[in-house]
């Protein structure tokens, strides 16, 4: 009996920590709920074809939006990084769950996301406005999020 329950613990941690992984696959992202990364993408055409990440968080507590907006500072950089933050926070004390990217290629960046609400196995498209260059970008939603898969990635 200890066996099968030390089997069974086992199993449970390895999904755990595989719901909680950052993947990326051939240009495609699928970022679960808490993490912030930073990317170093390949652009070839003005499509972003490969990603390399630099730099992973995991963010334990509930973000601010409104507060990180407030003291985010626009510069000029060019350095070709890609930010993203995927986190549940709160807007002015609403409960909600955000995508923030913040992209530094000198041009408009567009892509596609598909979400996937907890307790449901499949994903969902959803809307994503265009991402300006040096500033801060965010995307909300009031449904609980657990991962969210971004492809297409364009700059022009």
Do not use: C
Request: hydrophobic content about 40%; charged content about 25%; aromatic content about 8%.
């Amino acid at each position: 009996m200890k066996k099968f329950l030390s089997i069974v613990f086992l199993f449970l941690i390895l999904i755990i920590q595989a719901q909680e992984k950052i993947t990326i696959n051939k240009g495609e992202i699928t970022i679960p709920i808490g993490k912030k990364i930073l990317l170093k993408p390949e652009i070839k055409k003005n499509k972003i074809i490969s990603f390399e990440i630099v730099k992973e968080e995991n963010i334990n507590e509930k973000v601010d939006f409104f507060d990180m907006l407030h003291h985010f500072k626009k510069d000029n950089v060019k350095d070709n990084s890609i930010e993203l933050l995927f986190s549940e926070g709160q807007l002015m004390g609403a409960p909600i769950f955000v995508l923030n990217t913040i992209q530094k290629t000198g041009k408009k960046m567009v892509f596609k996301a598909k979400i996937r609400l907890k307790g449901n196995s499949s994903y969902q498209p959803t809307s994503i406005t265009p991402s300006v260059s040096n500033a801060a970008h965010m995307e909300q939603w009031k449904d609980r999020i657990d991962s969210i898969i971004l492809y297409d990635f364009t700059v022009n």
